[in-house]
Structures are given as C-alpha cells and as structure tokens.
Nanobody
C-alpha cells in the first residue's frame, strides 16, 4: 500500500530525496510520516506532516537537515535529507500517522559512509 524509493549510498554531508507513493486509502485526509529503523532497534518516527501541509514535526536529531512535504494530488510524500550523517544510516519507511499496521512497505535503504 506504500512504496518507498530513493535510498542510496552517499557520503557524509551529502543529500538524498526519498519518495513514498501511497494508496489513496492510506494517504487521503491523514497525516503522513517517515520512520526509520536500524537493525536491533525499534522503528522511530523521523518526520510527520499534516494532511493540509501546514504542520510538521521532526525528531530532534534531524531538525534543520530534513524536510518533509507531500503532494496530495499524487498521493506522494517526500523526505529531503541534507547534511547526512553516518547515524542517519537506516531503512526508511513511510506510513500514515499513526501507522496503518497492514500498510508497511519494504522501506528504502539509506547508507551514509565514506
């Protein structure tokens, strides 16, 4: 129900833009969020955006570096990631917020390494 893309291997300080195409059922009239997970750790919320784009939330570790936005006409949510750090390495997922349990996608791998 969601398909994430855009992950890659980049050097520290680099940038990536992740995309998430969601079904209308997941996306419409609901906040959307990006999550990330490192092996052995719980999935954490990275950023959240309201349905009408007028409210966002970022976890402290990404404030000032990541930007979430959405295109409601395309049922797509994006995560622009700048000034990437090694600790941003994770699998990134998108979902509604709160998450729709049956809608988790495969995620997209982001690896920051020199």
């Amino acid at each position: 129900q969601v398909v994430e893309s855009g992950g890659n291997l980049v050097q520290p300080g680099g940038s990536l833009r992740l995309s998430c195409a969601a079904s209308r059922r997941i996306f419409n009239f609901r906040p959307m969020a990006w999550f990330r997970q490192i092996p052995g750790k719980e999935r954490e919320v990275v950023a959240v955006i309201s349905w009408n784009n007028n409210s966002t939330y970022y976890t402290d570790s990404v404030k000032g570096r990541f930007t979430i936005d959405r295109d409601n006409a395309k049922y797509t949510v994006y995560l622009q990631m700048n000034y990437l750090k090694a600790e941003d390495t994770a699998v990134y997922y998108c979902n509604s917020n709160p998450p729709t349990l049956w809608a988790w996608g495969q995620g997209t791998q982001v690896t920051i390494s020199s």
